[in-house]
């Protein structure tokens, strides 16, 4: 709609409110994406992504802030996961079963708000399923930039510590490496990540975001700290693409941009041929950069 | 997606005279129809995938009914092809494509779950005139289904089911040891992939009844509440089934009679099973464990 008179698309406010909430989020989905592949816990993120929907569903129904429901709902998801799997671990058939129910829970909520409350915002369930980047108000773009950055602070701090408990737990606990502990936190910051992700790019995709640079790094080089920054380098790129895209290409909604272009990158990493063929990064021992 | 238009049954605790009513309109009498024959298949198909640990490729074949049925719209088929091209295709992508490490596996999946919802969503951005915007497609309605639709479901049901008892023992024998299986000159590889084929001929299935979103609820949460209650495998198949049919059809009747989503019913229903089948199961192990030398109580088939 607006590509006949851009000169650069960040003169836009409403685009550079999505550039900088964007990067912010794409740099912590793809920290703790990496960790989340890492520790073949992407099925927890799913959940975690679904969970977000009935939260803000949920929120809404009641009458409360979007927002509010987006973080109560994942980081007391994330930690009920951590208690239901043993080390902190949860079972696929528990996440499951918990969470299809978590699904159908929102379904009530979205028919809930679209009876009783909504009469102007009825396509909010839409834009919480799949995201509106191009949606996000200055003053919430801050507030995603400033979560963002925190919770890519911290996953850094606690990087060292949790690689090793991800490799090799017994050692790690041996050590005196507070695994359990150090579960528990990573799987809030995935929640904290995934309601923060959710409203740039949608509770059904931020999956991709999660997944698709992770898997790429991996797929590129075994060294985690390497992979690591490879992850969060590829994710930023990767939002920037459809941003752009999305931009000069007004009927393409940037959610699903944003998903082609992470997707290509992880494609295309198929194409390379490792050099050695080794056993897999689970031997590696995390031996710094 | 609600039942405004028949203005508001009422509930008369007279059974008979409640099913009369319900079952005087040909839809109701379609999708009790229909939401049999889904509850069925995917009970069976879903035991498998709870023992098989394969929750999340099921959760991503069942996504992947949402651009199907979007896809399919946009060019101008009906939802029902697009459904099954898309559920079919993704679980040969993600069986083509397995064989990685773990984690890899998990990565794969979730992209390819992501990028086909992305596009889903693309779809329907194209395609304004679509019924009530993604909202359906993603959480099913059951008062459109046609008795040739009908006719449709229990064919395809018939046919996988078929197959399945077919393949049922050595695919059992290589889900719970595949290595020994193997072993023993089982095709592994093979029945993986046959059976992730089968996975989404019913998941297409059950996608129409139930949304996209909520089919894996009917796949996984009558499984796991099964095995949770007993450790013997036709036993348990029997009880998934038998939740899974109860669940369908105790939602039908509770949407039938409250404004509320089909998927919400159904998931709390089935997930309230599940929840009694976990309490059940620690009272006996507290029980258990104050009588000393009792007998080991049924826990899951496989650790």
């Known amino acids: ?289 | 997606m609600l039942l405004a238009e028949t203005g508001a049954p009422t509930w008369s605790w007279n059974l008979l005279t409640d099913f009369q009513d319900m079952w005087s309109y040909p839809f109701m009498v379609n999708a009790f129809r229909a939401g049999a024959v889904v509850a069925v298949v995917s009970a069976v198909v879903g035991w498998f995938v709870v023992l098989r640990r394969q929750t999340f490729a099921a959760h991503t074949v069942s996504a992947v009914a949402f651009p199907g049925a979007a896809g399919a719209l946009l060019l101008g088929f009906s939802a029902v092809y697009g459904y099954f091209t898309l559920c079919v295709a993704a679980a040969l992508v993600i069986a083509a494509l397995r064989g990685g490490g773990e984690h890899e596996e998990s990565a794969l999946t979730g992209t390819v779950q992501a990028f086909l919802l992305a596009s889903g969503f693309l779809f329907t951005a194209l395609y304004r005139g679509l019924l009530e915007g993604p909202q359906t497609i993603l959480f099913g309605t059951f008062l459109g289904i046609t008795s040739s639709q009908v006719t449709v479901l229990t064919v395809v049901g018939a046919v996988v089911l078929a197959v399945l008892a077919l393949i049922g023992r050595p695919l059992l024998f290589a889900s719970v040891d595949p290595q020994v299986a193997g072993g023993r000159g089982v095709p592994v590889r093979a029945l993986s992939v046959v059976f992730l084929v089968l996975l989404g001929a019913a998941t297409a299935e059950a996608s129409q009844i139930t949304g996209t979103l909520l089919v894996f609820a009917l796949m996984v949460i009558p499984a796991a509440t099964a095995q949770v209650l007993t450790a013997r495998p036709a036993l348990s198949l029997a009880l998934a089934v038998l939740l899974a049919f109860a669940a369908t059809w105790l939602g039908l009747t509770a949407a039938y009679y409250w404004p509320y989503p089909l998927g919400f019913f159904v998931t709390t229903i089935a997930f309230a099973g599940y929840l009694l089948a976990l309490g059940r199961r620690s009272l006996r192990e507290v029980l258990g464990r104050t009588r000393a030398g009792a007998a080991p109580t049924a826990k899951e088939v496989i650790a």
């Not at chain 1, 000169?7 to 550079?16: A, G």
Request: with cysteine; aromatic share 10%.
């Open chain 1, 1 to 289: 709609m607006t590509v006949l008179l851009a000169t650069s698309p960040l003169s836009h406010p409403f685009f550079l409110h999505a550039f900088l909430a964007g990067t912010a989020i794409a740099v912590a989905c793809g920290l703790v994406g990496y960790f989340l592949v890492l520790r073949a816990q992407v099925f927890t993120g799913d959940a975690l992504s679904h969970v977000a929907f009935t939260g803000a569903m949920a929120a809404l129904a009641f009458g409360a802030d979007l927002r509010l429901g987006l973080f109560a709902a994942t980081v007391a998801m994330a930690l009920l996961f951590g208690t239901l799997g043993r080390k902190a671990r949860p079972d696929d058939v528990v996440i499951g079963s918990v969470f299809s129910w978590i699904l159908g829970l929102g379904a009530f909520f979205i028919t809930l708000y679209t009876t009783s409350r909504s009469t102007t915002n009825g396509t909010a369930g839409v834009s919480v399923l799949f995201g509106s980047i191009f949606g996000i108000a200055s003053s919430s773009a801050v507030v995603a930039a400033l979560v963002a950055a925190g919770v890519g602070l911290l996953v850094v701090l606690i990087a060292r510590p949790l690689l090793f408990a991800t490799l090799d737990e017994a050692v790690a606990a041996a050590r005196g490496v507070p695994v359990r502990l150090l579960g528990y936190g990573f799987l809030a910051l995935a929640g904290i990540s995934a309601a923060e992700a959710t409203q740039a790019v949608g509770s059904l995709l931020l999956l991709g975001l999660l997944a698709a640079p992770a898997g790429a790094a991996i797929r590129v080089t075994d060294r985690p700290y390497r992979a690591l920054a490879l992850s969060a380098g590829l994710a930023v790129l990767e939002m920037w693409a459809g941003l752009f895209t999305s931009y000069a290409v007004p009927k393409m909604p940037p959610s699903f941009a944003i998903m082609a272009a992470a997707t290509a990158v992880y494609a295309a990493t198929f194409l390379i041929r490792r050099p050695v063929p080794r056993p897999r990064t689970r031997t590696a021992v995390p031996t710094g950069t």
